[in-house]
């Protein structure tokens, strides 16, 4: 009777450590030690006017490029600092070499989710090869 008892508390146990599992998001990763690509990191500034969503959604580098056709491409890592999942919307306005803003029919907030605790790299390129420079902007999730 006492072997049935250790063997239903066994049992009992490893049901709930497997449940317990499924629910993680938890991510494991693989990448070189010694990377061969060379990333063009910039240095930003933050200018934070909604505190909760900063903490909850933040950047850890900006890698920029030109392409093959003189278009800008942009990488920003960012990071869901919280435990559950955060809900945000970005926008990216491109400016000139003037630091003129680039007017642009497309220029939308494209939503985006991020698991907690997750890293999530955002891409794009610049709409035309006039675009020099970049601002991105965070914000909530319009319900």
Known sequence: MKTFG????????????LLSGCGSTAVNSVEPAQSSAQRAMLSDKCVFNDRSLAKAVRVLGINTATDQG???KIQI???N??????????RI?????????????????????????DLADITATAP???AKDFRIQFLEPVS
């Open 70 to 72: 003189g278009f800008l």
């Open 6 to 17: 250790s063997l239903a508390a066994v049992a009992l146990g490893a049901a709930v450590g």
């Open 128 to 130: 035309t090869a006039k």
């Open 81 to 90: 600092t919280t435990r559950s999942r955060k809900l945000f919307t970005y």
């Open 93 to 117: 306005e491109w400016f000139d070499e003037h630091g003129i803003l680039i007017s642009l029919p497309t220029t939308v907030a494209t939503p985006r989710s991020l698991e907690g605790r």
């Open 77 to 79: 890592e960012v990071q």
